[in-house]
């Protein structure tokens, strides 16, 4: 079993930047895809970021495509979400999310939640 604990988020101006971290318990940590999904009130979970189990891969939503980077470190069992050229449309709760096997982009594929942490970009 994996626990999941973001940290990072925040309120910033658009066109700012804010870096999310996520802190995983166990010894698998590396067994798992990570990724980032993010909801906005009054609409569904939506996948952002994911990266396989090595780092090589990375997958991007195209509305961050350019704007965001996804990164591991499975030495220290976290990943993290680099968002710059922030929008007010980026404006969710974020979501880590673990998953053994390939990157998935359907929230019903994710084996693990973090808690979420909330990003508020204003214009």
């Known amino acids: 079993q994996v626990q999941l604990v973001e940290s990072g988020g925040g309120f910033v101006q658009a066109g700012g930047s804010l870096r999310l971290s996520c802190a995983a318990s166990?010894?698998?940590?590396?067994?798992?895809?990570m990724g980032w999904f993010r909801q906005a009130p009054g609409k569904e979970r939506e996948f952002v970021a994911g990266?396989?189990?090595?780092?090589?891969?990375?997958r991007y939503a195209v509305s961050v495509k350019g704007r965001f980077t996804v990164s591991r470190d499975n030495a220290r069992n976290t990943a993290s979400l680099q968002m710059n050229s922030l929008k007010p449309d980026d404006t969710a709760i974020y979501y880590c999310?673990?998953?053994?096997?390939?990157?998935?982009?359907?929230?019903?594929?994710?084996?693990?939640w973090g808690q979420g942490t909330q990003v508020t970009v204003s214009s």
């Open positions: 999310a673990a998953r053994i096997g390939a990157v998935a982009v359907l929230p019903g594929s994710i084996d693990y």
């Open positions: 166990g010894r698998t940590f590396s067994s798992y895809s």
């Open positions: 990266i396989s189990q090595g780092g090589a891969a990375t």
